[in-house]
């Protein structure tokens, strides 16, 4: 695996400050947030000066039901091509549920939500993440997620469903230390006995980043300084294994540069006084070691007979996994963002909790995506998004979700200064693209705000 050394976190807000930082050996940036053709001027500076930058995926969805989506991999593939990069990283989570596997209305989460450490979702993932291998022109490392919520009925821990996956497909970690401790204070999971139980040796990169503590549960916002409890963690891996690259992970509430930089010498200095004595180990891959499984007795046409029956058995059983991994993701998504009752043995008052979570963040995302909302609406903003977001839920992305919750205003006569309404009906309609057909509700209003502005 790559040496890659200390990163950070590559964020708009603070590209400059990174540009200036010594000892910055690679950057992680958001693949849904790059353009390919037109990359920030600043990630091709650090490309020239030599400094590796890694595409981070966050809306694949490997832990998901459904396999994963062709057009996703070929973007996050070209990101991979475009920047050189040594390798692509995305999570072990669902951020989606409903569609045709369950014939219902499709559902998106707009955040990373935790699949349960059952058979069916190993069997599952595993199959994910081998489609993502085959199309990805790199190595694929992936993610443990935090989370305010336990699945019913886990048939294994953390590291134990970790080192099962790396065993059968190959993939390598990249391990989240501050997740390890979200997961401690609100899983009450020991983050030394996962640290145990995982494969090191599998390690691409580890990340660290802070959060805060409220009424007992632990969030994980990387907004906040990276926290005592989160450094003894990465002290316990370093211990345990050198690993190839450490990054601090920063996405709001931003410092000032110096402060940035004394975190990272807090991180080096971790790994620095932990590192063992021997570096990486090298890792083969299930599918490899039963390549030759198969020939024996029997010969081969034999052979080719049993692998056929074992092949539309496996495929037989890999359905039915997905059916009922769908129905189950669906139905507590369902509960976080349509309000749908609790599926039996979740903790409600956590699902609370995570609805919210849910809903502010999508605020948040929505803001950044169309930040003239939050400007137009002022104080009213959050109120009245969260009033939106109770009866709607997120399906088609963050941009649709910003024209939507717009539409919704204005339907309703929103906002009543007469000067805000029409700034947000100017909004709306230079974004909302050709006239909708006549058997949309909008339909009759839109004609009226185009011929108020007009005669205005």
């Given at each position: 695996m790559k040496h890659l050394g200390t990163g950070i976190g590559w964020r708009p807000e603070i590209a400059d400050a990174v540009e200036r930082m010594p000892g910055i050996d690679w950057v992680?940036?958001?693949?849904?947030?790059?353009?390919?053709?037109?990359?920030?001027?600043?990630l091709l500076r650090l490309r020239e000066r030599g400094v590796t930058v890694v595409p981070h995926g966050v809306s694949l969805g490997l832990g998901g039901a459904d396999r994963p989506d062709e057009s996703r991999l070929a973007a996050l593939a070209e990101r991979a091509q475009v920047?050189?990069?040594?390798?692509?990283?995305?999570?072990?989570?669902?951020?989606?549920?409903?569609?045709?596997?369950?014939?219902?209305?499709?559902?998106?989460?707009?955040?990373?939500?935790?699949?349960?450490?059952?058979?069916?979702?190993?069997?599952?993932?595993?199959?994910?993440v081998r489609i993502a291998q085959d199309a990805?022109?790199?190595?694929?490392?992936?993610?443990?997620?935090a989370a305010l919520i336990s699945w019913p009925g886990?048939?294994?821990?953390?590291?134990?469903?970790?080192?099962?996956?790396?065993?059968?497909?190959?993939?390598?970690?990249?391990?989240?230390?501050?997740?390890?401790?979200?997961?401690?204070?609100?899983?009450?999971?020991?983050?030394?006995k996962a640290l145990d139980e995982l494969p090191v040796e599998a390690i691409a990169y580890v990340h660290v980043a802070?959060?805060?503590?409220?009424?007992?549960?632990?969030?994980?916002?990387?907004?906040?300084?990276?926290?005592?409890?989160?450094?003894?963690?990465?002290?316990?891996?370093?211990?345990?294994?050198?690993?190839?690259g450490v990054l601090l992970e920063r996405d709001e509430n931003f410092p000032a540069p110096q402060e940035l930089e004394r975190e990272l010498d807090a991180i080096r200095e971790r790994v620095r006084t932990k590192a063992p004595a021997s570096g990486e180990c090298?890792?083969?891959?299930?599918?490899?070691?039963?390549?030759?499984a198969g020939a024996g007795a029997g010969g081969p046409d034999a052979a080719t007979a049993s692998a056929a029956a074992s092949a539309g058995s496996a495929s037989a059983a890999s359905a039915a996994a997905r059916q009922r991994l769908a129905l189950a993701q669906t139905a507590l998504l369902?509960?976080?963002?349509?309000?749908?009752?609790?599926?039996?043995?979740?903790?409600?008052?956590?699902?609370t909790v995570q609805s919210?979570?849910?809903?502010?963040?999508?605020?948040?995302?929505?803001?950044?995506?169309?930040?003239?909302?939050?400007?137009?609406?002022?104080?009213?903003?959050?109120?009245?998004?969260?009033?939106?977001?109770?009866?709607?839920?997120?399906?088609?992305?963050?941009?649709?979700?910003?024209?939507?919750?717009?539409?919704?205003?204005?339907?309703?006569?929103?906002?009543?200064?007469?000067?805000?309404?029409?700034?947000?009906?100017?909004?709306?309609?230079?974004?909302?693209?050709?006239?909708?057909?006549?058997?949309?509700?909008?339909t009759r209003w839109l004609r009226a705000a185009r011929f108020a502005l007009r005669r205005g």
């Open positions: 992680e940036a958001v693949s849904e947030n790059l353009c390919p053709g037109h990359l920030p001027d600043s920047l050189g990069s040594p390798l692509v990283t995305e999570h072990i989570a669902f951020v989606r549920a409903g569609g045709p596997l369950t014939a219902s209305q499709p559902l998106e989460a707009g955040h990373l939500l935790p699949v349960p450490r059952t058979r069916d979702a190993l069997d599952v993932l595993c199959e994910n990805l022109p790199v190595p694929l490392a992936v993610e443990n997620i886990e048939e294994m821990t953390e590291g134990q469903f970790l080192y099962e996956l790396v065993e059968r497909t190959g993939v390598r970690l990249l391990i989240d230390v501050a997740n390890l401790h979200t997961n401690h204070v609100n899983r009450g999971e020991d983050p030394s802070g959060g805060f503590e409220r009424d007992g549960v632990w969030h994980d916002s990387h907004a906040h300084p990276v926290p005592e409890p989160v450094l003894a963690i990465l002290s316990d891996l370093a211990a345990r294994v050198s690993p190839p090298a890792i083969g891959t299930a599918r490899d070691a039963g390549a030759d369902s509960a976080l963002v349509a309000r749908t009752p609790a599926p039996e043995g979740f903790d409600r008052a956590r699902l919210r979570a849910l809903t502010g963040k999508r605020a948040d995302v929505v803001a950044k995506v169309a930040p003239e909302l939050p400007e137009i609406l002022g104080e009213r903003y959050r109120t009245e998004f969260f009033a939106y977001a109770q009866s709607r839920p997120m399906s088609g992305g963050y941009r649709r979700d910003a024209l939507d919750f717009a539409e919704r205003l204005l339907l309703a006569g929103l906002p009543e200064d007469a000067e805000a309404r029409g700034r947000l009906t100017r909004w709306w309609l230079d974004r909302s693209g050709p006239a909708p057909l006549d058997a949309r509700p909008v």
